[in-house]
């Protein structure tokens, strides 16, 4: 009986991975892309945004990025989080009319809970911080901008792009100042009475953690002329296409929220002409665990020659792309890891692995105001501290700094006039190693030490540009510079004792430059013991 047991359970084992292949993951990921460009093409004024990781294998037509985590959007959970202030989506918004995110969900939603709570929540506190700065300029007598007299409403016609059951259901605004401007909570019919008074409870707060964290509010309320409001568009919108309406016909500027994956089960049978294959709803999702070393990129310049490879030759036909991909950047000095092959204890396949944490390509979508991701997105200077950040790819043609911190794994070829100018230090991911970059805090911070006296122009870089680079120059901005920015050589840091609050403000400060900076909660949390030697848990 047990060895009947342990047989059926290794065959449904079997069936999952074959449901999971690598085809039938990049099938359905080229298959909810048609939807996605079908919507994109109702707006082609609004940008199109992928919100990392999951949305950027929907379309090869991004033109930025976004980060709203699901979690902060869980029940009991909600969150607005000021080191993912996304506020370029903000200004994307106001300067283009409004914008479009791509996300996708595997848990059976139509709506991943970044889509349903998460930007909602963030839509809401925007719009509060702008109507109450609003509110300080006219009473100081300066005019401010604002749209007509006339109450926001929600037309009829609307209800051609919202998805079934998505009538908004909001709160009523109780805030005092400007009636033009709304500040209402909108959420989806889905999420409960219960769960909308509970996020609606904790707006305050939000909205003055938002204001005293140093962001520029200044600035979002001079792009955006109208307030924010999310939509909801998946595969069961019903939509007529001769009474599409236009962006600028509505009282405030849209976020459209596209749910790219089908929701109408776990697993789809499909067959095509030539290939039989398994659906599967948000298979972007994850990718460590399916895409065996492909990025993004990678597919969208490869799409048809995984969909025609078929599932019997679709993983070796990855394969060869992705070694040659890996090759080719390693040739011009690139960040390139190493693939390596090893047994899995459970079943004893082979799966993929990589040899040091799996990351991102360096051309992951970033903007600054107005501006598209690529070539122009590489390296960014933390105001007037003369200190920059970027990926590692990029920092041996960096010209105009005078020294680097390399925190990569991969050795830097730098040519530099002083060898001391440059310093490796190699950091892992707390994923890797929980304690990687606490122990290496001090030497890199002695480094930057030595070199901002001098008044030199220093360099961090790590991998991707976004994590481990961005944590170490918060541990240096936090050490050795005063809350003007102003380097100090750690004087105002020994004299004081550095609260999470003030560490956040600092880590806005950052992000407000590095605007594709993307810190872990692991790494942060050992910053926070550095700073102050606390327990490492104790950073939240």
Not at 270 to 277: C, D, I, L, P, Q
Not at 286 to 301: K, Q, T, V, Y
């Amino acid at each position: 009986m047990e060895d009947e047991r342990v047989s059926i359970y290794r065959a449904s084992r079997t069936i999952k991975r074959r449901e999971n292949s690598l085809y039938n993951a990049l099938r359905s990921i080229y298959e909810d892309s048609i939807f996605v460009g079908e919507i994109a093409l109702l707006w082609p004024e609004l940008p199109l945004l992928a919100n990392l990781r999951c949305g950027l294998w929907y379309s090869s037509q991004f033109e930025s990025g976004c980060y709203f985590k699901s979690t902060d959007g869980h029940t009991n959970n909600w969150s607005f989080n000021t080191s993912r202030l996304n506020l370029h989506v903000a200004l994307l918004a106001g300067q283009r009319g409004g914008c479009i995110i791509v996300d996708s969900t595997r848990k059976g939603k139509r709506f991943p809970d970044s889509m349903s709570k998460t930007i909602p929540i963030w839509t809401c506190v925007l719009n509060r911080a702008i109507k109450n700065h609003q509110i300080r300029m006219h009473g100081a007598g300066i005019q401010v901008h604002g749209v007509s007299d006339d109450r926001i409403f929600f037309p009829t016609r609307l209800s051609i792009m919202l998805d079934s059951n998505t009538y908004y259901r909001h709160t009523e605004d109780t805030g005092q100042g400007l009636p033009d401007w709304d500040c209402s909570l909108h959420l989806p019919l889905w999420v409960s009475e219960t769960e909308k008074i509970a996020i609606k409870d904790r707006l305050e707060v939000w909205t003055k953690e938002l204001e005293s964290c140093g962001a520029d509010i200044t600035s979002l309320a001079s792009s955006l002329k109208k307030p924010l409001r999310p939509l909801w568009v998946s595969q069961k919108t019903v939509i007529w296409l001769n009474e599409v309406p236009v962006c600028s016909s509505w009282d405030f500027s849209p976020i459209i929220l596209v749910s790219a994956s089908s929701s109408s089960g776990n697993f789809q049978h499909r067959t095509t002409s030539e290939f039989s294959w398994n659906y599967i709803p948000g298979a972007g999702d994850d990718e460590e665990s399916w895409a065996r070393g492909l990025s993004p990129s990678l597919f969208w310049n490869h799409v048809y020659d995984f969909i025609n490879s078929g599932p019997e030759l679709c993983n070796q036909k990855v394969a060869d792309i992705v070694e040659k991909d890996r090759v080719y950047r390693a040739q011009r000095g690139q960040n390139a890891p190493q693939i390596s092959m090893k047994p899995s204890e459970s079943s004893g396949r082979f799966s993929l692995f990589y040899a040091e944490e799996p990351k991102m390509e360096c051309d992951i979508p970033c903007v600054t105001s107005g501006a598209s991701f690529g070539d122009n997105c590489k390296i960014f200077w933390l105001g007037s501290t003369n200190l920059a950040v970027g990926a590692t790819c990029f920092a041996a043609n960096v010209s105009n700094v005078d020294c680097i911190l390399n925190c990569g794994t991969e050795v830097l070829s730098v040519s530099l006039e002083n060898p001391e100018t440059y310093l490796h230090v190699p950091i892992v991911n707390s994923k890797l190693d929980r304690f990687s970059l606490l122990r290496n805090i001090p030497t890199a911070l002695n480094f930057a030490k030595t070199n901002l006296r001098r008044g030199k122009k220093l360099l961090l870089c790590c991998n991707n540009g976004e994590d481990i680079s961005i944590c170490v120059s918060l541990a240096i901005v936090t050490s050795l510079f005063t809350d003007e920015g102003l380097f100090d050589d750690g004087k105002a840091f020994g004299q004081t004792c550095i609260t999470k609050f003030e560490m956040r403000k600092r880590l806005v400060f950052i992000c407000k430059y590095a605007i594709n900076a993307r810190p872990s909660r692991g790494n942060l949390k050992q910053v926070f013991n550095f700073i102050n030697g606390g327990s490492v848990d104790s950073f939240s």
